[in-house]
């Protein structure tokens, strides 16, 4: 399990976001990414390597958007390589998700992906999630954050998520089981991290998320809910 850190606000993302990787890198890693997104949707970038490394590849190519998510991974499912690096992106290219934690039931909710059609690019058990939330989401017309919640329902194993879609810029989703996430709470911005080393530059405002909850973050506030869907 290693680091995730997300931003919605009106500050550029991707040097907070980067800053932020940094602050978890006592963590250890083998890999690290964003995705950011602005009016034209999402930008991705991910590699082996260094938070450094990336940082360094990102200067002739920058990430416009001040909503955004970041991750360095441990690999537990698939090579430390570029493809198996976080985010990974749903195949209509409409939303991506960065993931700490192990999905314990990939192989049963992979087959039935397959069976539908899905063609895996990565090793990951992050991708299967990818995939089930796009099909949740697909099967119902779905909002993104009820596909998520729905989705969350058939997955056995520790999690921590975040999500950023390319269709909504003003949309940041974070959700926990058995694995930290916490949310930092400034003046119209939020900040996400799987622990509170990102965030303290930030804001003293914290809120926990616990086991089973999932947060949906706007410009203009934010609300949590249980995966089964009770408001907290
Ligand atoms: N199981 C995921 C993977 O291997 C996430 C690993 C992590 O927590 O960094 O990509």
Known sequence: MCGIVGY??????????LTGLKRLEYRGYD???LATVDESGLHVQKREGKVDDLRNSLDSAPMPGTTGIGHTRWATHGAP???NAHPHVSTDGSFA?????????????????????????????TEVLVYLIEEVKRAA???????VRQA??????AYGIAIVSGEDPDLLIAARN???????????????GSDAAPLVEHTRQVVYLEDGEMATLRRSGYNVTTIDNEPL
């Open 8 to 17: 919605i606000g009106d500050q550029e993302a991707e040097d907070l976001l």
């Open 152 to 157: 969350l329902t058939q997955v056995i194993g």
């Open 97 to 125: 998700l960065v993931h700490n934690g192990i999905i314990e039931n990939h192989g049963v909710l992979k087959k039935k992906l397959k069976e539908k059609g899905y063609t895996f690019q990565s090793d990951t058990d």
């Open 81 to 83: 390589n570029d493809v």
């Open 141 to 147: 017309d779905l909002s993104l954050p009820e596909a």
């Open 31 to 33: 890999s690290a990414g």
């Open 178 to 192: 058995g694995s930290p996430l916490i949310l930092g709470v400034g003046e119209d911005e939020y900040f996400i």
